[in-house]
């Protein structure tokens, strides 16, 4: 599978890869140093990177396929069309988010993404739960968001009232003429999660591997992901992780995690960090078979693995109720 992957990796650094940090689909984060800025043009492939530098960063690029992606690297230029254009960039859906409490990123992101597909939507109600700044915590859940906007749909871009660049710039002024409207309440939210279908051979077999970060996780949410396992394991009178469990990170990411205080706590727990794919990791016939569970929309949905919101695998994983 991998006999000629030097092969590539030398391919890649002559046409300018930085580094071996970079190998991530959130090459944006600061740790890894890949973060446009606004108005930049972009030429990525990875649909979650692009949603997000689009959506968040304000920066602009189309999901192109991996070879028009380094075409354009090349040569310097991308055709100028869809998401590089003000009137590309417009809404064509209104999304109010009307839950009772804060909706789950991948939830919330897999929803929109199902209904609007490859459209734009302008989502209303969200800042009530996230904020009005890009700060860490907001940006973390954004990732996870888009991604799931952009796997389980086709979205390379939305908008969220008072908080990414755009809408904060521009309003409603974003939203098109004739624009299509989707409510988001918990009912909406329980009917998309119950109706994923179900990819085990055994439906009531016992998870033996567990995935969270898919994309990769955040500096942000490894700190919350160590403070939430050590707090339901006590919870639960446990002291190791019951289902092997692997956090994934980009490798800069994982290198300033493992100089805190947070990594020797986190693996006290039994959970393990890697910077590999999750996605790549599961794409063969042997952990086809396996009962995998995640937190990641994108995962659930390019492989058998089994999606539970952040609250369920934490449960699981700790010993506590049945996911």
Request: one cysteine or more; hydrophobic letters at 45%; proline letters at 5%.
């Given at each position: 599978m991998y006999t000629k992957q030097d092969f590539y990796e030398k391919q890649l650094h002559e046409l300018g890869l930085k580094d071996d940090k970079a190998f991530t689909c959130a090459c944006y984060m600061d740790e890894v140093g890949n973060r446009p800025k606004k108005g930049d043009v972009l030429s990525w492939a990875e649909s979650s990177a692009v949603v997000y530098a689009n959506s968040v960063l304000g920066a602009r690029c189309n999901r192109n396929s991996g070879i028009i992606?380094?075409?354009?690297?090349?040569?310097?230029?991308?055709?100028?069309?869809?998401?590089?254009?003000?009137?590309?960039?417009?809404?064509?859906?209104?999304?109010?988010?009307?839950?009772?409490?804060?909706?789950?990123?991948?939830?919330?992101?897999?929803?929109?993404?199902?209904?609007?597909?490859?459209?734009?939507?302008?989502?209303?109600?969200?800042?009530?739960?996230?904020?009005?700044?890009?700060?860490?915590?907001?940006?973390?859940y954004l990732k996870d968001f888009g991604a799931a906007t952009a796997s389980n749909g086709a979205v390379g871009l939305y908008h969220i009232a008072n908080l990414t660049p755009e809408a904060k710039e521009l309003g409603e002024a974003l939203i098109a003429e004739g624009a299509r409207e989707y409510v988001i309440d918990d009912a909406e939210l329980a009917r998309v999660q119950s109706?994923?279908?179900?990819?085990?051979?055994?439906?009531?077999?016992?998870?033996?591997?567990?995935?969270?970060?898919?994309?990769?996780?955040?500096?942000?949410?490894?700190?919350?992901?160590?403070?939430?396992?050590?707090?339901?394991?006590?919870?639960?009178?446990?002291?190791?992780?019951?289902?092997?469990?692997?956090?994934?990170?980009?490798?800069?990411?994982?290198?300033?995690?493992?100089?805190?205080?947070?990594?020797?706590?986190?693996?006290?727990?039994?959970?393990?960090t890697s910077y590999i794919c999750p996605l790549m990791y599961m794409n063969n016939p042997l952990c086809k078979k396996m009962p995998v569970i995640t937190s990641s929309n994108k995962l659930r949905t390019y492989t058998s693995a089994r999606y539970y919101r952040d609250e369920q695998i934490l449960e699981a994983i700790t010993g506590g109720k049945k996911a």
């Open positions: 992606d380094i075409m354009g690297s090349i040569v310097g230029y991308v055709p100028y069309f869809g998401l590089l254009t003000d009137e590309g960039r417009k809404a064509t859906w209104v999304v109010k988010v009307q839950t009772s409490k804060k909706p789950e990123a991948q939830l919330l992101g897999s929803a929109i993404g199902m209904k609007v597909m490859e459209d734009v939507p302008y989502v209303v109600g969200l800042d009530a739960w996230i904020g009005n700044e890009l700060d860490d915590a907001a940006c973390s109706e994923y279908p179900m990819m085990w051979k055994k439906e009531d077999a016992t998870p033996k591997l567990c995935f969270v970060g898919c994309p990769h996780l955040s500096l942000e949410q490894l700190k919350t992901w160590t403070d939430n396992i050590e707090a339901a394991l006590a919870a639960n009178g446990k002291k190791k992780v019951v289902i092997p469990t692997v956090l994934t990170a980009a490798p800069g990411v994982l290198e300033v995690f493992n100089q805190t205080e947070y990594a020797n706590r986190l693996k006290a727990t039994g959970v393990i």
